[in-house]
């Protein structure tokens, strides 16, 4: 056989299909018509393979046609051949339609400790070819994540401009006055400026809350007395110190009677959360049942959180 396979000079699928329809039906006006080609056309090309081998493959007789040795021998590997070329297509195919899409979800601890398993319900049924990870990160790592390109979109809270991302605000929410049951008044609100005459366990300078807190005591011109700094994993047990943080932190606390949580009044204190994604396209953003399943998690955070939020969308 010529090695110039698949070639405008040697064997090419189209003769060996042909030539498999002839053998097959044993009529070049019916495998013309099967084929969908005109009859001199068919004749052109298998004259042209029986050129390229060398040899004639069928003999035409009365009845029809029949093939030779070497036309039973070239007809048994075309089946071969074509069979596997259509098989291979098949599942090229296949393996397109069934590629799965991943969404790369950034999220931080107050939201991944209320919505838990929320994250990814449903979705498998909703979205069967959408693969969803998530990646709980404090706000600077996953800036840089999205930045980088290694997360598609995040909720972030008081996040500002960043160069390459687009942010948008879906949610307010409020900052609580948070003690525990042994302290706790009968009042259900607490003035800023009373709240701030506790000692209190408050993140590192860098904290998201710590700032929110810090700030607005400035503008007031008023001291926060810090007692102690927690990290995110110890932030309920800061002992006698109160603390000033989302609801979403401390709810299992509160429903277990633990804590008690007041909502700060004159001034409120409160956070907002934003959707954050790359200004480039990120075609996985595009679908919308991704979409959809985005906005699923907001209506089921803001639920959680009820009555110290609300959706600004």
């Given at each position: 056989m010529s090695s110039h396979f698949g070639e405008e000079h040697g064997i090419n699928f189209r003769q060996l299909t042909y030539f498999r329809k002839v053998v097959e039906l044993g009529n070049m006006t019916a495998a013309a018509d099967m084929l969908n080609v005109a009859q001199p056309a068919l004749g052109s090309q298998i004259k042209q393979l029986e050129g390229e081998l060398g040899i004639e493959l069928l003999v035409r007789h009365s009845r029809g046609i029949t093939p030779t040795p070497a036309g039973r021998l070239l007809y048994t590997h075309a089946q071969h051949i074509l069979d596997d070329v259509a098989t291979a297509a098949n599942e090229v195919r296949a393996l397109k339609a069934a590629k799965r899409i991943e969404l790369r979800l950034g999220v931080g601890r107050t939201m991944s400790t209320l919505l838990g398993q929320d994250l990814l319900a449903d979705a498998h049924q909703t979205m069967p070819d959408v693969t969803i990870r998530v990646v709980e990160e404090r706000p600077p790592a996953l800036l840089h994540a999205l930045e980088a390109g290694e997360v598609d979109v995040a909720f972030l809270n008081n996040v500002g401009e960043w160069s390459g991302?687009?942010?948008?605000?879906?949610?307010?929410?409020?900052?609580?006055?948070?003690?525990?049951?042994?302290?706790?008044?009968?009042?259900?609100?607490?003035?800023?400026?009373?709240?701030?005459?506790?000692?209190?366990?408050?993140?590192?300078?860098?904290?998201?809350?710590?700032?929110?807190?810090?700030?607005?005591?400035?503008?007031?011109?008023?001291?926060?007395?810090?007692?102690?700094?927690?990290?995110?994993?110890?932030?309920?047990?800061?002992?006698?110190?109160?603390?000033?943080?989302?609801?979403?932190?401390?709810?299992?606390?509160?429903?277990?009677?633990?804590?008690?949580?007041?909502?700060?009044?004159?001034?409120?204190?409160?956070?907002?959360?934003?959707?954050?994604?790359?200004?480039?396209?990120?075609?996985?953003?595009?679908?919308?049942?991704?979409?959809?399943?985005?906005?699923?998690?907001?209506?089921?955070?803001?639920?959680?959180?009820?009555?110290?939020?609300?959706l600004l969308q």
């Open positions: 991302l687009k942010r948008t605000a879906v949610l307010e929410e409020d900052l609580l006055f948070v003690t525990a049951s042994s302290q706790a008044a009968q009042e259900e609100s607490i003035e800023f400026t009373e709240a701030l005459q506790y000692d209190l366990a408050i993140g590192g300078e860098r904290g998201v809350l710590r700032h929110i807190v810090e700030s607005e005591a400035r503008r007031l011109s008023l001291d926060v007395r810090i007692a102690r700094e927690v990290h995110s994993d110890d932030s309920v047990a800061f002992g006698n110190a109160a603390m000033i943080m989302p609801y979403g932190l401390i709810a299992k606390e509160v429903r277990e009677g633990t804590l008690v949580a007041r909502r700060i009044i004159k001034p409120a204190l409160t956070r907002t959360l934003y959707m954050v994604r790359p200004h480039c396209e990120v075609p996985v953003l595009d679908d919308p049942r991704v979409v959809h399943h985005l906005q699923k998690l907001m209506n089921v955070y803001l639920s959680l959180v009820k009555p110290w939020a609300r």
